[in-house]
């Protein structure tokens, strides 16, 4: 089992519609988990952190569930820019050094 | 408003060349980072700093070495490019705290011939 898993997509969303993205993590003590945003050929960029009592920022809001360990992304009134892969970040490490664990990515296409 | 810094953006280097890349932060993080990412594939770590004069090994550190003399610097050295080497290069910083979000330079595609 992958340490943190995505769905790769791609999702194809016409303009304006709701998408939701799902992710699983494998440990347990897991601490902080964050959403990124990676375009094609480009660095990842924050697009936010998920807080245990879920939060949202505009159009986007995040969900963490410990008990099932998972974490979701919805993203309300798609516009064409957020087309880009959507990387499920998490700190699964107790020791220093705040080292993250990548998801593979889940692609979305917000098309016209 | 600089953040993370990485040269050269895109380099090709001959199998057996040796290379540095380059990465320099404003922020005053103390914790540094580099990854590599393959086509299609999450970005695995190489070696990671907690601090000038401190460095880890990541998840693939064969044939990659680091140094960090400065907060500000954390150079990446292949000293013997392999074909298995070709990538794109992320460098990352943050603060020293388990809860902080990385922050991420525009990478260096480096291709071995």
């Known amino acids: 089992r992958k340490e943190v898993e995505q769905d790769p997509g791609p999702f194809n969303v016409p303009e304006g519609a709701t998408v939701a993205f799902n992710c699983t993590y494998s440990?347990?003590?897991?601490?902080?988990f964050f959403w990124y945003r990676q375009d094609c050929r480009k660095e990842p960029k924050l697009l936010m952190s998920?807080?245990?009592s879920g939060n949202e920022d505009g159009r986007f809001t995040a969900q963490l569930n410990r008990a099932s360990q998972y974490i979701s992304l919805l993203i309300r009134d798609s516009k064409l820019s957020d087309s880009a892969t959507y990387l499920c970040?998490?700190?699964?490490?107790?020791?220093?050094?705040?080292?993250?664990?990548f998801g593979t990515g889940t692609q979305l296409k917000v098309e016209l | 408003n600089a953040g993370v810094t990485q040269t050269p953006k895109f380099r090709i280097l001959k199998i057996g060349q040796s290379m540095t890349l380059q990465c320099a932060q404003d922020?005053?993080?103390?914790?540094m980072y580099w990854y590599r990412q393959d086509p299609g594939m999450g970005l695995k770590l190489i070696y990671y700093?907690?601090?000038?004069?401190?460095?880890d090994k990541g998840e693939v550190p064969n044939g990659y070495n680091v140094s960090r003399s400065t907060t500000e610097d954390f150079p990446l050295r292949l000293e013997l490019a392999a074909p298995s080497q070709t990538s794109v290069y992320f460098c990352?910083?943050?603060?020293?705290?388990?809860?902080?979000?990385?922050?991420f330079g525009d990478g260096t595609r480096l291709s071995i011939l």
């Open positions: 990352a910083s943050s603060y020293s705290d388990n809860n902080q979000p990385q922050h």
């Open positions: 998920v807080y245990s």
């Open positions: 970040v998490v700190n699964m490490d107790k020791g220093g050094g705040n080292k993250l664990t």
């Open positions: 922020m005053n993080h103390n914790y």
């Open positions: 700093s907690v601090g000038a004069g401190i460095t």
């Open positions: 440990n347990s003590a897991s601490q902080s």
